[in-house]
């Protein structure tokens, strides 16, 4: 006998195939049967059977880029997820998680992410990435796969240093990457806007990739757009990585913004070149023009030199604060900025750096670094979405849609969870896409191809991203008619609606649109 079966759903398979009415069986964990309408005579019995009453039924989504590595650790239920029908997220994004590290340099960086993971302490084990798999392994509602962040690579032989990472140093970093790309970690991250990735050159990450290249794995990279002080073409550089190192490159978030809307084409042309040369090239975006992160990120390249100590200590320094505010003043604005979270000073989550810079009688410069020294750098912000978003949204839908009909382009939402008011995409990304298709007639077979086959070809999810008998049975049950995103700015953890069940490796999540509390998701 059977353990579950769907019955009469409207199949969409992951391939990007076009949907067929039909049911689907699953035994223990896994797909065991999938039965077209028209040959569903003599039915299989089952423990449960669930009719889905003609509901959209697809492979659950895999969200390629999040931020949920500790707050996972705390929301093991992590409805927000499940409620957008996200069964797979990949965790150790930007180069910024804690695994592989010594017990004193993950103290350390657990403070220096504070402003995008929270301010949580670690009761958690991080020596490998094994350990670090574990720790959510048959322990959350989801699945979890990890990418190795370039961070611990330069924490474990520099420490959080502006140097060199050359001679012993690298070959030590190599043989890390080794390791825990043999322990499954399913691809190399990093993110040069932060620290201390950011000290890295072009010749350090040619060297490391040359180490994804042999494991056959993807090198993701978070871009920066300056290096030092210079402008630099960022594009470039992530392209003579994957090159030279001869190994595989995903962009993180890689989307047009507000200054290149309705620009798909001009972005896409050193990749689309690239391609031709034969680098192998995949991209993610999430449906939002604006974006979020940490406000430590302001700081200049030498305050970050040392790392969460030296940072504060310079911050509590007034006469180096002041210079370190001057230093954040020269730089573009960035004024209208929204506060996400802050713990001591709750009463500016929601206003503008502007608006509490004037209330204080400070400079943009001073705002950040007083925050950042009375936070202990638990500060993170989203960019003002505009006033005319909407107008905004209908232009960026477009070329999201543009992106998406390429079949190398999956979807991340880049999710920070922390705070009463995170960014929007953290609650609403796959169902906003979901939306957008409906009302922008974007064909759903083909976006649903793209959050769940291709990310899980690409990252190398074993039996994943398919509705296929032998697959394992993760499953989202949706309502197309209705399904929706209804996290917005200011109301950012509104849940999504339309999203029916879902089942992880088997067993069922969410049931009639309520978190279960099952926690079958596993390290993959
Ligand atoms: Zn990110």
């Known amino acids: ?32 049967k999938v039965v077209c309408e028209s040959e569903s005579g003599e039915c299989a019995d089952a423990r449960l059977v669930i009719d889905a009453g003609g509901l959209c039924l697809c492979p659950g989504f895999v969200d390629t880029h999040t931020h949920s590595d500790m707050i996972l650790l705390y929301d093991r239920q992590h409805v927000s997820s499940l409620s957008q029908g996200v069964t797979t997220e990949i965790l150790g994004q930007d180069g910024l998680s804690y695994a592989p590290l010594s017990k004193e340099n993950l103290v350390q960086y657990v ?7 929270g301010k949580f302490d670690t009761p958690f084990s991080y020596g490998s990435v094994s350990e670090f798999r574990e720790n959510y392994n048959n322990k959350v509602s989801v699945n979890t796969a990890y990418l190795f962040p370039h961070c611990s690579l330069r924490l474990e032989t520099l420490g959080f240093k502006d140097e060199k990472l050359s001679g012993p140093g690298l070959e030590k970093a190599k043989a890390m990457l080794r390791k825990g790309l043999g322990e499954g970690a399913c691809g190399l991250s990093t993110g040069l806007s932060y620290f201390p990735a950011a000290y890295s050159d ?21 871009l920066r757009s300056v290096f030092k002080g210079k402008t630099f073409d960022s594009v470039e550089e992530a392209i003579e990585i994957a090159a030279k190192a001869g190994c595989k490159l ?20 050193k990749i689309i070149r690239a391609i031709n040369d034969g680098v192998d090239i995949t991209l993610e975006l999430y449906p939002y023009v604006y974006g979020s992160s940490y406000a430590a990120m302001f700081l200049p390249y030498w305050v970050c ?18 210079r370190i505010a001057r230093e ?42 007083d925050l950042l020294y009375e936070e202990e750098l638990a500060f993170g912000f989203y960019e003002f979405p505009g006033k005319d978003i909407e ?6 839908s477009k070329d999201i849609f543009q992106m998406l009909s390429w079949d190398n382009y999956m979807v991340g939402s880049d999710a920070i969870f922390v705070g ?56 989202a049950v949706f309502d197309y008619e209705s399904v929706t995103d209804r996290s917005t700015t200011g109301f950012s953890r509104n849940l999504s609606e339309g999203i029916k069940h879902v089942a992880v490796n088997g067993k069922l999540a969410f049931f009639n649109r309520q978190a279960t509390g099952i926690f079958a998701g596993r390290a993959v």
């Open 250 to 269: 995903h962009f993180s978030h890689y989307k047009t913004n507000r200054k290149t809307m309705g620009q798909v084409n001009i972005i896409m042309e």
């Open 202 to 222: 072009t010749r350090e990450l040619i060297e490391l990739c040359k180490v994804v290249r042999e494991f056959d794995s993807v090198f993701v990279i978070h």
């Open 111 to 117: 403070k220096y992410l504070r402003g995008v993971n």
């Open 1 to 32: 006998m059977e353990d579950l079966v769907f019955k009469n759903a409207k199949i969409i398979d992951g391939t990007g195939a076009d949907a067929f009415k039909g049911d689907v069986y699953v035994k223990s964990d896994v797909i065991s």
């Open 305 to 322: 030199d040392g790392g969460f100590e030296a940072i504060i200590q310079r911050l509590s320094d007034k006469e180096i604060r002041s």
């Open 391 to 396: 107008e905004l949204d209908t232009a960026f």
């Open 420 to 475: 009463e008011n995170p960014h929007p995409r953290a609650f609403g990304t796959f169902t906003k896409l979901l939306r957008l298709s409906r009302e922008h007639g974007f064909r759903l077979e083909t976006l649903i191809n793209r959050m769940t086959q291709v990310p899980c070809s690409r990252f190398k999810l074993d039996r994943r991203g398919l509705i296929k008998e032998g697959y394992y049975a993760d499953i």
């Open 328 to 369: 954040i003043d020269r730089k573009p604005a960035i004024d209208d900025a929204i506060i996400t979270n802050l713990v001591n000073n709750v009463e500016y989550i929601g206003h503008s750096f502007k608006d509490i810079a004037k209330l204080r009688n400070q400079t943009m410069g001073e705002l950040i670094c």
